[in-house]
């Protein structure tokens, strides 16, 4: 018996939501509140009728903190799951202080104005410090682990499929096969087609600030920088096939470098074709992925939004999108002396997520997850005061979850190592 309200009504929204309606023993009221409201209720239209969960709907613009703080002292969840943009994660952290509730989110802060003076600051100083220049990092939500702590309430990082399903992989290969875990390689693999020449499986602006930013990996206790898109490695992927995947900056290699004791060399791989590259390339290129604004017929515009605009809002491409996923880790590091590798992943249908939720496996392989940190941070399991990211709690009621509610995994011995 909780309630949840849920920020934002995208494309993982969607299936979250879904996910919970489906969970209603445990999600017996939930809000969807975003910021247009429209998409909230034709959702509850959607579901209503189909499940045994009260649903509402609000409006509301996430970056408003005083408003957040009155729709949650209004609904009074038990925990707010935040579901809108990397941009909003600490206004909607500090509603959820205000209020005396806790936290769930799927991916790291990120600045949507990186020309403010400010920002650019901080984000400098990390740069030379940390030696990543990605414009997302920890440091500014692992800031609030005090607060947190203080008010006795939760806030859990990252509850999405990468970050979060890896990092609850990572625990789970820790708890059960490995005294010490030496290497992760994380492989992210799409083999959808959506039959478009380009389009992004999530929100735009957020896919192409991640992918065109350098690649950078840890290994021995600091990061490596590389050009976008300059190690590339080719993987046989079980039901999938063979794919090229390039190196990228991924948030959660920095907190598993800082909560896998020993590790020595994390990476992060994405597949890629080759339509995609030559699209983002030709974009990049002429200025379109800028988040800078510039001035155009007597208007502000930032080139960016302006392309999210014209491109396929990733919300609809279920219905267009073919094939399979396999996201996972491979492990490798030492037992009993002696030494282990293994391969954990989760293979998703596209068509099949399109057929029970109305959406591609790339929101549904997010919404599943956060569904799932939310069902855990609600009902207890994992509950401790402070801001922790997912492979700081024990994996296996997640991992038993993920079995049930769609994510099923695979543990493969011996796989075939990425060079
Ligand atoms: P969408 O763009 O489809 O949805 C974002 C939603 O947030 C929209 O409903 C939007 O409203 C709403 N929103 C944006 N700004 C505000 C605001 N100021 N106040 C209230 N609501 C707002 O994004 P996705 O569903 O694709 O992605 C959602 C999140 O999931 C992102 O943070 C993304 O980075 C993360 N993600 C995480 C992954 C993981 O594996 N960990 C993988 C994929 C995504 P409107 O309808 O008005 O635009």
Not at 113 to 126: G, L, Q, S
Not at 215 to 236: C, F, L, T
Request: aromatic share 10%; hydrophobic share 40%; with cysteine.
């Amino acid at each position: 018996m909780s309630r949840l309200l849920i920020i934002g009504c995208g494309g993982v929204a969607s299936v979250a939501i879904h996910k919970c309606c489906q969970n209603s023993d445990i999600f017996t009221d939930i809000c969807i509140a975003s910021r247009t409201v429209s998409k909230c209720d034709a959702l509850k239209a959607e579901l209503e009728g189909r499940t045994k969960t009260n649903i509402t709907t609000a409006q509301i613009d996430a970056e408003d903190v005083p408003a957040l703080v009155a729709l949650i002292q209004a609904y009074k969840p038990d925990a707010v799951l935040n579901l809108a943009l990397p941009y909003q994660d600490l206004t909607i952290m500090d509603a959820c202080l205000a209020a005396g509730v806790h936290y769930i989110d799927t991916a790291n802060y990120e600045a949507e104005n990186t020309d403010d003076p400010v920002w650019r600051a901080v984000y400098e100083r990390r740069c030379k410090e940390e030696g990543f220049s990605a414009y997302f990092d920890y440091s500014w939500q692992w800031a609030y682990k005090k607060k947190f702590e203080k008010a006795g309430l939760t806030a859990l990082l990252g509850s999405g499929f990468d970050p979060g399903v890896t990092g609850v992989f990572t625990a789970y290969a820790l708890k059960h096969y490995f005294d010490e875990i030496h290497t992760i390689d994380i492989l992210d693999c799409n083999g959808g087609d959506h039959g478009y020449p380009f389009a992004t499986n999530f929100n735009p602006e957020i896919n192409l600030r991640e992918v065109s930013a350098p690649g950078s990996y840890w290994e021995d206790g600091k990061w490596i920088e590389v050009p976008a898109m300059s190690i590339k490695r080719q993987y046989d992927f079980p039901q999938v096939g063979l794919k090229d995947m390039y190196l990228l900056h991924h948030e959660e290699i920095e907190s598993l470098a800082k909560n896998v004791p020993g590790v020595r060399r994390i990476r992060f791989f994405m597949t890629f074709g080759q339509s995609y590259l030559t699209h983002m390339k030709c974009l990049e290129d002429v200025g379109m992925l800028s988040t800078t604004p510039i001035e155009f017929q007597g208007q502000q515009i930032v080139p960016i939004q302006f392309l999210k605009a014209l491109l396929p809002d990733p919300a609809t491409l279920g219905p267009r999108t073919v094939g399979k996923t396999n996201i996972g880790c491979i492990f490798t590091g030492v037992k009993d002396g002696k030494k282990e590798s293994i391969y954990i992943y989760n293979v998703c249908d596209h068509q099949a997520c399109f057929r029970e939720v109305g959406s591609q496996a790339i929101s549904y392989t997010t919404g599943v997850p956060a569904m799932i940190g939310a069902m855990l941070v609600v009902d207890g399991r994992w509950r401790k005061p402070g801001v922790f990211n997912v492979e700081e709690f024990d994996p296996d009621p997640f991992m038993n979850a993920l079995s049930r509610w769609g994510l099923p995994w695979v543990v493969e011995e011996n796989p075939i190592m990425v060079d």
